[in-house]
């Protein structure tokens, strides 16, 4: 089971961003997966994430309104579209599964499978 983050930079408050998630070694769409993030001197938090019990999304407040997750099923690759970034969305951000979770979890511990996180900076 792999995961691999990419996408992030540096942009402009206002700006946009599109991470990318592709996976590997397991089937994308027979598990729930989510995004997280870390900003530095911050404990990692859950902002977004598919559940497989019920095929929805789930969004933190933060990023509600905001942020998109989407899969692309045939690329084996999860999406988060970042619109209206702001200088407190800047973070490394990563993607995660497990393969025993299929509710909806906003709790890195529930989750045992990490890509390597993709640092996004947003600044003026």
């Known amino acids: 089971v792999q995961l691999q983050a990419s996408g992030g930079g540096l942009v402009q408050p206002g700006e946009f961003l599109r991470l990318s998630c592709a996976a590997s070694?397991?089937?994308?769409?027979?598990?729930?997966i989510g995004w997280f993030r870390q900003a530095p001197g911050k404990e990692r938090e859950g902002i977004s994430c598919?559940?497989?019990?019920?095929?929805?999304?789930y969004y933190a407040d933060s990023v509600k309104g905001r942020f998109t997750v989407y899969r692309d099923n045939a690329k084996n690759t999860m999406y988060l579209q970042m619109n209206s970034l702001k200088p407190e969305d800047t973070a490394v951000y990563y993607c995660?599964?497990?393969?025993?979770?299929?509710?909806?979890?906003?709790?890195?511990?529930?989750?045992?499978?990490w890509g390597q996180g993709t640092q996004v900076t947003v600044s003026s």
């Open positions: 598919i559940s497989v019990s019920d095929g929805r999304t």
């Open positions: 070694g397991f089937t994308l769409d027979d598990y729930t």
């Open positions: 995660a599964t497990d393969l025993m979770l299929y509710f909806w979890s906003f709790d890195p511990h529930d989750y045992d499978y």
